[in-house]
């Protein structure tokens, strides 16, 4: 019971989390840990893209649209150097990529470049975690 209550506890906290904490917490991060956090901050950032665009903040939002991409790279790398966690860190950066499409329709014609830019960035990284993932089946696969 007690470590259930344990598990809550640091559940709630971590929804409270703020950006420059999550951030922190990334830097001092063990490696197998950086992807979930690292893409957290990237959804954390889509969100605030989302609500800055409609709030007509453009710069701000293309701000937050540099750091979705920058932590998915992040979260990327920690996963490919890890070995673990690919298919999670692809599932999200495609449904971040998704929602990019959804907000992307929604702009002014002059946003849309930085926010499509980001999509094809996003895409990039997905197209290397699925190489690295379907290279590992082919070299079991060969066994």
């Given at each position: 019971m007690f470590l259930i209550t344990l598990a809550l506890v640091v559940c709630a906290a971590a929804k409270d989390e703020s950006l420059p904490e999550m951030k922190t917490r990334l830097e001092n991060a063990r490696l197998d840990d950086q992807p979930e956090l690292?893409?957290?901050i990237a959804e954390f950032q889509l969100?605030?893209?989302?609500?800055?665009?409609k709030?007509?903040?453009?710069?701000?939002a293309r701000a937050a649209v540099t750091d979705i991409v920058?932590?998915?790279q992040k979260a990327s790398d920690a996963a490919l150097q890890s070995?673990?966690?690919?298919?999670?860190?692809e599932i999200d950066v495609r449904k971040i990529a998704d929602k990019l499409r959804d907000i992307k329709r929604t702009l002014a014609f002059e946003d849309q470049p930085a926010v499509d830019?980001?999509?094809r960035n996003l895409e990039d990284i997905r197209t290397k975690l699925l190489?690295?993932?379907?290279?590992?089946?082919d070299k079991k696969g060969k066994k």
């Open positions: 690292a893409i957290k969100h605030d893209a989302d609500r800055l665009y709030d007509g903040k453009s710069d701000e920058a932590y998915s070995n673990k966690h690919l298919k999670n860190v830019q980001a999509i190489n690295e993932m379907f290279a590992k089946q």
